[in-house]
């Protein structure tokens, strides 16, 4: 029998006329928990990987870590259909049918993204088989490019966490997969953990206060709050329309700007995405090594002073940014912006009622059409006497609600007229004063904080009143936000970055992100969640 070689080992042997040996193939190797959505795409070009490979490779992790072992309990439902769907798309690429920049790559979505195949819970046993009617449009937008839906997420129950971050009725309580006795932040954080445990290579989450990027800073993970009105909040659970936005989290800026390319679009069926219609970017061509040189970058000094790690490596990235050609400033914010949740407050309070009870009524029955009558369900027995009752403070805050004067609040009318618009006036004039490209602080003034059945954590040192506050500016505003890690503690515990600046600004921001990110490359993935067999290709 003739020994028969492959076309690659016969190049890689092959001489040329001359007699000179031919360099050999260059070997690729793909390794699951550090491929990025391009890497992915390439070894599937290559025929290296197929959808379906992917897909089988995140539900064996799956099983390991969420449903086993470490026991993360990031996902509430996974799709029945995700290795057909993944099927259908190998085919489609194999008769040379790409859908978009993510076919065939799997991704992971908060449980109050409207999924017309699965329930969309929002965390409430209450809701916990309510299938709406039609897919929210960022989710349309995902699959029509390429995008699997491969599960839903946990999430503070109802997107509000009130001293349970990461628990709901239905989901339980999600952990940290870099320390099960610390949180994955709230109230994205199903999405967070599963997406730093390499459950899926993109998540989403949705960032009413800092919601996306504290699960994303606390796991290590980009995130992203996008200027209001850049996505379309349509068919997402609400919690107050007046500054909730969706937004990607992912391992990378790279996939980060990806993600947000396919779910940034104009939807007639949210009105304040309409002055959006005129931004048409491509944010990954922003992805700019150099992007710092000759910035100017303010460095909020308010939210310091929380915990001594967190403020030793923020001064590490200031370092970092001025060695990359960038002019760091320190910046004071006027006394007007020390409380600002003093501004959300009444939003927070008289938004949710009227919106959330708009939300139900799209459901069909027998799920509840008012809040008083959701309050109602989660109080039955067999949910109040279960394992994962409603979070009693969480509960606490929907009775309260029940009884508050709604969009017609005086207060609630004069935060949107008056003090939203000056927040937004200060914080363009403290930029405008030092001619400033952005502002930067720690996403977090400490880090992750432990879960809440731990009575007491000697390890946990945080000073600041309320950790997550720099995140607020961005909701007040309206303005855009991207996380990104900066360095572990001595624990191993992941810390963010925040850069902020004007409205639309997602291009300038992803740029400084970008250029930050790979100077310091310094991502290493949960100890607690290894690679396992099959999960590294070398093509």
């Given at each position: 029998?003739?020994?028969?070689?492959?076309?690659?080992?016969?190049?890689?042997?092959?001489?040329?006329?001359?007699?000179?040996?031919?360099?050999?193939?260059l070997a690729?190797?793909?390794?699951?928990?550090?491929?990025?959505?391009?890497?992915?795409?390439?070894?599937?070009?290559?025929?290296a990987?197929?959808?379906?490979?992917?897909?089988?490779?995140?539900l064996?992790?799956?099983?390991?870590?969420?449903?086993?072992?470490?026991?993360?309990?990031a996902?509430?439902?996974?799709?029945?259909?995700?290795?057909?769907e993944?099927?259908?798309?190998?085919?489609?690429?194999?008769?040379?049918?790409?859908?978009?920049?993510?076919?065939?790559?799997?991704?992971?979505?908060?449980?109050?993204?409207?999924?017309?195949?699965?329930?969309?819970?929002?965390?409430?046993?209450v809701?916990?088989?309510?299938?709406?009617?039609?897919?929210?449009?960022?989710?349309?937008?995902?699959?029509?490019?390429?995008?699997?839906?491969?599960?839903?997420?946990?999430?503070?129950?109802?997107?509000?966490?009130?001293?349970?971050?990461?628990?709901?009725?239905?989901?339980?309580?999600?952990?940290?997969?870099?320390?099960?006795?610390?949180?994955?932040?709230?109230?994205?954080?199903?999405?967070?953990?599963?997406?730093?445990?390499?459950?899926?290579?993109?998540?989403?989450?949705?960032?009413?206060?800092?919601?996306?990027?504290?699960?994303?800073?606390?796991?290590?993970l980009?995130?992203?709050?996008?200027?209001?009105?850049?996505?379309?909040?349509?068919?997402?659970?609400?919690?107050?329309?007046?500054?909730?936005?969706?937004?990607?989290?992912?391992?990378?800026?790279?996939?980060?700007?990806?993600?947000?390319?396919?779910?940034?679009?104009?939807?007639?069926?949210?009105?304040?995405?309409?002055?959006?219609?005129?931004v048409?970017?491509?944010?990954?061509?922003?992805?700019?090594a150099?992007?710092?040189?000759?910035?100017?970058?303010?460095?909020?000094?308010?939210?310091?002073?929380?915990?001594?790690?967190?403020?030793?490596?923020?001064?590490?990235?200031?370092?970092?940014l001025?060695?990359?050609?960038?002019?760091?400033?320190?910046?004071?914010?006027?006394?007007?912006?020390?409380?600002?949740?003093?501004?959300?407050?009444?939003?927070?309070?008289?938004?949710?009622?009227?919106?959330?009870?708009?939300?139900?009524?799209?459901?069909?029955?027998?799920?509840?059409?008012?809040?008083?009558?959701?309050?109602?369900?989660?109080?039955?027995?067999?949910i109040?006497?279960?394992?994962?009752?409603?979070?009693?403070?969480?509960?606490?805050?929907?009775?309260?609600?029940?009884?508050?004067?709604?969009?017609?609040?005086?207060?609630?009318?004069?935060?949107?007229?008056?003090?939203?618009?000056?927040?937004?006036?200060?914080?363009?004039?403290?930029?405008?004063?030092?001619?400033?490209?952005a502002?930067?602080?720690p996403?977090?003034?400490?880090?992750?904080?432990?879960?809440?059945?731990?009575?007491?954590?000697?390890?946990?040192?945080?000073?600041?009143?309320?950790?997550?506050?720099?995140?607020?500016?961005?909701?007040?505003?309206?303005?855009?936000?991207?996380?990104?890690?900066?360095?572990?503690?001595?624990?191993?515990?992941?810390?963010?970055?925040?850069?902020?600046?004007?409205?639309?600004?997602?291009?300038?921001?992803?740029?400084?992100?970008?250029?930050?990110?790979?100077?310091?490359?310094?991502r290493?993935?949960?100890?607690?969640?290894?690679?396992?067999?099959?999960?590294?290709?070398?093509?």
């Open positions: 029998m003739r020994n028969w070689k492959s076309v690659a080992q016969i190049a890689a042997t092959a001489t040329t006329a001359f007699g000179i040996m031919a360099a050999p193939a690729e190797t793909f390794e699951l928990q550090s491929a990025t959505v391009p890497e992915i795409q390439a070894a599937m070009e290559a025929g990987l197929t959808a379906e490979d992917l897909v089988q490779l995140y064996n992790r799956i099983e390991a870590y969420d449903d086993q072992g470490p026991a993360i309990n996902l509430i439902t996974i799709n029945p259909n995700a290795l057909a993944a099927i259908a798309l190998d085919e489609a690429r194999a008769e040379g049918k790409i859908l978009g920049p993510l076919h065939g790559i799997p991704i992971i979505l908060k449980d109050n993204y409207d999924t017309a195949d699965m329930p969309t819970s929002a965390g409430s046993d809701l916990a088989t309510a299938i709406p009617p039609d897919d929210a449009f960022v989710v349309q937008q995902f699959r029509e490019a390429g995008a699997i839906i491969l599960g839903k997420a946990n999430m503070s129950e109802f997107a509000a966490s009130y001293g349970r971050l990461g628990y709901s009725s239905l989901g339980g309580l999600t952990l940290n997969p870099y320390n099960l006795g610390r949180d994955a932040s709230g109230s994205s954080s199903g999405t967070a953990a599963a997406i730093a445990a390499s459950f899926a290579v993109l998540g989403t989450g949705t960032d009413t206060a800092g919601s996306v990027r504290g699960p994303a800073a606390v796991t290590g980009v995130g992203i709050k996008p200027t209001l009105g850049l996505v379309s909040r349509d068919g997402i659970v609400p919690l107050n329309l007046s500054f909730d936005m969706a937004g990607p989290m992912a391992r990378t800026v790279t996939d980060a700007a990806i993600a947000l390319e396919v779910m940034a679009a104009p939807d007639p069926a949210d009105s304040r995405t309409a002055e959006s219609a005129a048409d970017v491509k944010y990954s061509e922003f992805l700019d150099d992007a710092l040189a000759g910035a100017q970058i303010g460095l909020v000094t308010d939210f310091l002073g929380g915990n001594p790690e967190v403020d030793a490596l923020t001064e590490a990235a200031i370092a970092q001025e060695a990359l050609g960038a002019t760091v400033i320190l910046v004071d914010l006027p006394a007007a912006l020390e409380s600002p949740w003093s501004y959300m407050g009444p939003v927070w309070e008289n938004e949710f009622k009227p919106q959330i009870e708009a939300y139900l009524s799209t459901l069909p029955e027998p799920f509840p059409k008012s809040l008083e009558a959701l309050v109602t369900a989660s109080m039955a027995p067999d109040a006497d279960s394992d994962t009752p409603v979070n009693p403070a969480r509960l606490e805050s929907l009775q309260d609600m029940v009884e508050t004067t709604g969009l017609a609040d005086i207060e609630l009318l004069y935060t949107l007229s008056n003090q939203l618009p000056m927040v937004r006036q200060i914080l363009l004039s403290v930029m405008a004063d030092d001619d400033l490209d502002l930067v602080y996403t977090m003034a400490c880090p992750a904080s432990p879960i809440y059945t731990v009575d007491e954590d000697p390890t946990y040192v945080c000073e600041a009143g309320d950790p997550y506050s720099a995140g607020y500016l961005a909701n007040l505003s309206g303005f855009p936000d991207i996380t990104l890690p900066m360095g572990f503690t001595e624990a191993g515990l992941p810390v963010g970055l925040s850069f902020m600046a004007e409205a639309y600004s997602e291009p300038k921001l992803i740029g400084f992100a970008y250029a930050y990110e790979q100077a310091i490359q310094i290493p993935s949960p100890a607690l969640t290894p690679p396992l067999p099959g999960e590294e290709i070398t093509y």
